[in-house]
């Protein structure tokens, strides 16, 4: 039988926040999730204040908003900021696609068209996320007797310097592609933000394997 600790771990990594204006959606999705995980804890927000309020108070994993929540506020600019606090999967018509394509392609943004069928869809990629949230949390806990103690060192050189040299050549490509075709501009521009939002996560891994290690040796 799990701890209270345990269960309350637990339940941490399953908290969803559902942002959508339909009742009946909402009830809708809020099945769909809780069916396929019967440890997940879902949050409901109405309107968009809501959602802010609500984010908060419960720090969710993933996010799945409705863009019909969003009530013509720049689309593009609130996903980003809601991906500095959790996965986000967006519901929303096919057509708005194109607006948050950059974030999709980054792996920050699930995009989920809302066509027939598109409840299963969207429940199951708010489950996926969550399995990820929690396998990168765990991937992370206390160091293992098997892992070599300068971990942190190879994320930082083994990782990193040939991370560095991509990053280097993208923007140099950038720099001087005035030639180029616009796409393959904006495919080297992907390049370029994914290298730098790896190059920060083995930062905060290095930085996290340091001191847990650190912890266990004074432990």
Do not use: K
């Amino acid at each position: 039988m799990p701890t209270r600790v345990q269960e309350w771990n637990i339940a941490a990594r399953c908290r969803t926040l559902v942002g959508i204006s339909d009742a009946g959606l909402a009830a809708q999705m809020t099945h769909e999730i809780e069916r396929g995980n019967p440890e997940v804890s879902v949050h409901i927000a109405r309107n968009l204040p809501q959602l802010v309020d609500l984010m908060g108070q419960h720090s969710p994993r993933v996010i799945l908003l409705d863009d019909d929540l969003v009530h013509g506020a720049p689309l593009m600019e609130l996903v980003r900021q809601l991906t500095e606090s959790a996965s986000v999967v967006l519901l929303a018509a096919p057509e708005r696609h194109a607006e948050v394509i950059r974030l999709v392609a980054q792996g920050d943004v699930e995009f989920v068209a809302r066509i027939e069928g598109f409840i299963p869809l969207a429940a199951g990629l708010v489950e996926r996320r969550l399995r990820w949230a929690t396998r990168s949390e765990s991937a992370f806990g206390a160091p293992s007797a098997g892992m070599p103690e300068d971990v942190a060192e190879i994320f930082r050189h083994d990782i990193n310097n040939p991370l560095t040299g991509i990053l280097g050549n993208a923007e140099l490509l950038l720099a001087h592609g005035a030639h180029l075709p616009a796409t393959d501009m904006q495919r080297l521009q992907t390049v370029v933000d994914l290298a730098v939002r790896l190059r920060e996560t083995i930062r905060r891994l290095s930085d996290a394997w340091d001191s847990r290690a650190q912890s266990a040796r004074a432990g």
